[in-house]
């Protein structure tokens, strides 16, 4: 899955992913074509993956999806790309940029009880000793923790703009309101209510859920926020097992809600996030393809694909020096 690209160019990107769509998709936004490597898989589960140019004085990008189809775990994947990294820093890369949609462990920034690991700080600690320069990833878990945990120059993109176009077209002239499913995704909603403000021209307001989490179990389902006729669109960095999520849908209709938009921009869905195409579940689902893991069965129409490839070749392109029109620049930039 690879096509010809100059050897003069002083900017190269490898795309590590398998699937063809998003192969593509990026080639297209990019308007270049993507740099040739050889994969190779061993009988025992060991890999070898090398660049079929040179990468000696150029400034590299590898754009690798961490969390996919069951066929090759996350780990799989993050031991491709840091590897990857790795090779390319032998051969003289000058810069190299690990294009990562979705950062996995990212969930993981503190401990929360006794003798808990900090999954994040060990995740930066792999990538940097392989000889990362840069990260791009997309709407983490806890940003201050991220930049907390890397060390090397971080690039924070958000789907917000994707979420609220998206949001826009289902508004059908409904008063709108925005809602954290918890008060640590108060700041991610708040930025999601500020671009729907301004692309309308009444008033977007706020709420979000009590929620709690113990031993695994979610509790709390007091509103604080007035929801009743609204359309009320829910904004979260991820949906995994749908609870959460269908927790916050539910009291939105408690509260009155004459419609509820789920919004996460990275669909994991994880066993039993089926549960969020019953009855009970939201009137539409909003996620991206920043992973590539399938729909649970059972899903309908309620749910849409929201494509971050066209973001992705932006941010590349404008990191390699050539000039970009983002309506949605990263948040440190």
């Given at each position: ?108 920034d503190r401990r929360t009880k ?35 945990a890397f060390r090397c120059e ?21 008063p709108l309101v925005v809602m ?154």
């Amino acid at each position: 899955m690879t096509s010809p690209q100059s050897t003069e160019a002083t900017s190269v990107v490898f795309l590590l992913d398998e699937d063809s769509d998003f192969f593509a998709a990026l080639t297209q936004h990019l308007g270049t074509g993507l740099a040739p490597f050889e994969l190779r898989d061993f009988e025992d589960g060991e890999h070898k993956l090398r660049p079929k140019i040179s990468v000696r004085g150029r400034d590299v990008y590898i754009v690798h999806r961490l969390t996919g189809a069951p066929a090759l775990s996350t780990n799989d994947r993050l031991v491709r790309l840091l590897f990857f990294i790795a090779t390319l820093r032998d051969l003289g890369a000058a810069c190299i940029t690990a294009v990562v949609p979705y950062l996995p462990y990212a969930r993981k920034d503190r401990r929360t009880k006794s003798w808990d690991p900090l999954n994040q700080r060990y995740l930066a600690q792999l990538f940097e000793a392989m000889g990362v320069d840069r990260l791009v990833t997309m709407d983490v878990h806890n940003q201050a923790g991220l930049e907390n945990a890397f060390r090397c120059e971080v690039i924070h993109l958000e789907g917000r703009r994707l979420m609220a176009e998206a949001v826009m077209e289902e508004r059908d002239g409904l008063p709108l309101v925005v809602m954290s499913p918890d008060t640590g995704g108060v700041k991610r909603a708040e930025r999601l209510r500020e671009m729907l403000q301004q692309m309308s021209d009444d008033e977007v307001s706020m709420a979000f859920l009590e929620k709690r989490r113990s031993e695994g179990e979610v509790s709390g389902d007091a509103v604080i926020g007035e929801l009743r006729g609204r359309l009320v669109v829910i904004m979260d960095d991820l949906i995994a097992g749908g609870t959460t999520m269908l927790r916050a849908v539910e009291a939105c209709r408690h509260a009155g809600a004459a419609r509820v938009i789920a919004c996460a921009t990275h669909g994991l869905f994880a066993s039993g996030s089926a549960v969020l195409f019953e009855r009970s579940g939201p009137d539409r689902l909003f996620y991206t393809n920043t992973v590539s893991r399938p729909l649970p069965e059972g899903a309908d129409e309620r749910a849409r694909l929201l494509r971050v490839e066209p973001q992705l070749a932006r941010t590349i392109l404008a990191l390699s020096g050539q000039r970009v029109d983002d309506p949605d620049p990263p948040l440190n930039h």
